[in-house]
């Protein structure tokens, strides 16, 4: 625990002395140097004589670089800067290619109709008929064998009488 400690530290003091050491370079490069305090102080001047010679020259200047688009102001010299609102251009559809004309006319109706009228109701009833087919085969089958029994007892009959 010894260790950990001494060394948690070693990295707190580091950590100081490289906080100390960014804001020493801060305010080396935050303070002016006696060169540039003088340049910008010569500048400054300069300026100020320029507009205590042409005090109408800046208002020119600022009124040329001021757009009003969507604010109309009410100083009429700035009125003078209002550009007109943009407007949107023209959207043209775009043409489409004309179909060649088709030499069969179809009533598009007819497609839509059933063919038959009664198709709804053999779709929905045909479970059913399919039953009833199957039942009316095998009654066929039956009625069919009992005619051969019923023939083959006649002949049976007939054939001992005689």
């Not at 943009?86 to 007819?110: G, I, L, R």
Request: proline share 7%; hydrophobic share 30%; aromatic share 4%.
């Amino acid at each position: 625990m010894a260790g950990e400690e001494e060394s948690m530290e070693e990295i707190v003091a580091a950590r100081k002395e490289r906080l100390r050491a960014l804001k020493a370079a801060q305010e080396l490069l935050n303070t002016p140097d006696e060169d540039s305090a003088q340049l910008e102080s010569n500048t400054n001047n300069e300026q100020e004589d320029k507009r205590d010679e042409a005090p109408d020259n800046d208002v020119d200047e600022n009124s040329t670089n001021m757009k009003f688009r969507n604010y109309v102001p009410h100083d009429k010299k700035l009125q003078e800067a209002k550009l007109e609102p943009p407007k949107p251009s023209k959207f043209e559809e775009p043409v489409a290619a004309v179909a060649p004309p088709s030499e069969k006319t179809e009533d598009p109706f007819v497609n839509i109709a059933p063919k038959k009228p009664n198709w709804e109701l053999r779709r929905d009833v045909q479970k059913k008929l399919d039953k009833l087919e199957r039942r009316t085969q095998k009654a066929m089958c039956k009625l069919m064998e009992q005619e051969k029994q019923k023939q083959l007892e006649e002949e049976g009959i007939n054939g001992a009488a005689d």
